[in-house]
């Protein structure tokens, strides 16, 4: 178990990861195209990482993303057990989030385009200034989402939960009244 450390422009392609990480901070490191399997971050920040087109198959709890770049990440394996994540800053084009459960995950400033959250259910979650072109959301959990300040989505309400998702006016002006959907500036 390694806690408590700062690990800094080390290339995890290149060495093996420990088990278990708690409270480490990770700045400027290298995980593009690694499986990232049977491992535990526990309180972690990753800031400026490269996550592209790496493989989450582990559990990653009440830790924050900070200028990462994640273009192609997939996290459709993420263990059940992850949650409490936040993203700010960083690029997560063409992600998928294929069937994950990530309820209250935060979305701040980040570009999130043709990403995929297919049968996702990110209950809660914020989109915060986040650009969502082509992103798709089939048969997704957007229970109390809110939407206000992203832009660029297109959603379908009858193939999502949208129960008390909370959009701008702006952003869907009088298409979703009916759906018992909160609507505000």
């Given amino acids: 178990m390694t806690e408590e450390c ?3 422009k080390t290339d995890f392609r290149n060495c093996n ?3 278990v990480y708690s409270r480490c901070i990770f700045t ?3 995980f593009s195209d690694l499986h990232i399997t049977d491992i535990i971050f526990d309180k972690c920040k990753f800031v400026g990482c ?3 087109l790496a493989k989450f198959n582990c559990v990653i709890s009440d830790s924050k993303f900070r200028e990462c770049k994640m273009t192609g990440a997939d996290f459709s394996e993420i263990s059940k057990l992850s949650g409490n994540l936040q993203f700010e800053k960083s690029i997560l084009d063409y992600s998928i989030f294929i069937e994950t459960k990530l309820r209250n995950t935060l979305f701040i400033e980040c570009n999130i385009k043709e990403a995929y959250f297919d049968k996702a259910d990110i209950t809660a979650s914020t989109f915060d200034k986040c650009d969502l072109e082509r992103t798709t959301f089939g048969g997704t959990n957007l229970e109390k989402v809110d939407f206000r300040t ?4 297109s959603i379908i309400p009858e193939n999502c939960r949208l129960k008390k998702t909370v959009f701008s006016e702006f952003g869907l002006k ?4 009916h759906l018992n959907i909160i609507i505000k500036d």
Avoid: D, Q, R
């Fill in 28 to 30: 400027e490191c290298e």
């Fill in 6 to 8: 700062n690990i800094e």
């Fill in 174 to 177: 009088g298409l979703v009244e």
């Fill in 150 to 153: 992203a832009y660029n989505y």
């Fill in 50 to 52: 490269n996550f592209s």
């Fill in 17 to 19: 990861l420990e088990k």
